[in-house]
């Protein structure tokens, strides 16, 4: 998981117990990554659920780096006016602080790096300790990294949300064809939950391909291991005809199209293949 890397090594880099990736909502604090030292979870095995679970605007020192804006940095907050009532230091045991923003993307022709706080990075140490502009830096730079990971996971939810919306059935698949996503859709046709369609195609390599007619089963695969990597048609979009069973027990035909998505090549160049959409 990208972020639980991020917030691992945010502990790591400033030698600290505790790193969190959170989101800020109105009313909460909800860590989506979370990073607890071996050592203190050895003597507190609850400690990692405890840093883990949402908490309340009570126990969130992190809202008022959303609020503000800017990184914030205690030495104690024990001795701040403002976090020392704060349930995080009263209960969790906060004394070392430092978050700085986490940005969601900025709108299309803003300033890069202006889109609004939706949450921070933060490290908390149960010591009171001196930060360095050093360790706001490092800490900086890997809110960057959260951030386009939090953009890329909307983005997915929202790609999702678009393709259970459609009337057809909608699917992706890896650069290597492996099965990743299929919308409501499916359901409705077949029978079958999507997950159980993805999940057996990891399985058994089948999935998906289970439903469609047997005659119409070995053209269906040629034609798309012809495209996959080391095929001779290495990465071209394709339309095919084939019979689909239904929930109902028969066949249905069905036009589908795959199409490769790339990221943007060189000077026009065609990228690589990093995501094949299909209906």
Do not use: K
Not at 22 to 42: K, M
Not at 118 to 138: K, Y
Not at 183 to 188: D, H, I, L, S, V
Not at 189 to 200: E, I, K, L
């Amino acid at each position: 998981d990208p972020l639980a890397r991020v917030a691992r090594l945010a502990a790591q880099a400033l030698g600290t117990p505790v790193a969190q990736v959170n989101l800020v909502t109105a009313d909460r604090q909800v860590p989506v990554a979370a990073y607890v030292a071996p050592a203190v979870v050895a003597a507190d095995p609850g400690a990692i659920d405890r840093w883990r679970e949402p908490v309340t605007l009570a126990a969130s020192l992190c809202q008022y780096v959303v609020a503000a804006g800017r990184p914030a940095a205690l030495v104690d907050a024990r001795q701040d006016a403002v976090a020392r009532s704060n349930e995080a230091v009263t209960r969790a045991g906060l004394v070392g602080y430092v978050s700085v923003p986490l940005r969601a993307p900025a709108a299309p022709g803003a300033a890069p790096g202006s889109g609004p706080v939706v949450g921070s990075v933060c490290v908390v140490d149960t010591e009171p300790r001196r930060w360095t502009a050093a360790d706001v830096a490092a800490l900086e730079d890997l809110a960057a990294v959260a951030a386009a990971e939090v953009a890329r996971r909307t983005a997915e939810r929202h790609r999702r949300a678009l393709a259970d919306a459609m009337p057809q059935i909608v699917w992706t698949a890896s650069p290597e064809g492996r099965l990743e996503f299929l919308n409501r859709r499916w359901a409705e046709v077949t029978g079958q939950d999507p997950a159980d369609a993805v999940r057996d195609g990891a399985a058994t390599g089948e999935g998906a391909v289970a439903f469609v007619h047997p005659d119409d089963r070995a053209g269906v695969q040629e034609a798309w291991r012809r495209r996959l990597p080391g095929g001779d048609l290495d990465g071209q979009d394709f339309t095919f005809e084939y019979r689909l069973r239904t929930a109902g027990g028969a066949y249905r035909w069905h036009l589908g199209r795959i199409v490769a998505e790339r990221e943007e090549g060189a000077e026009g160049a065609a990228g690589r293949v990093v995501r094949w959409v299909g209906t």
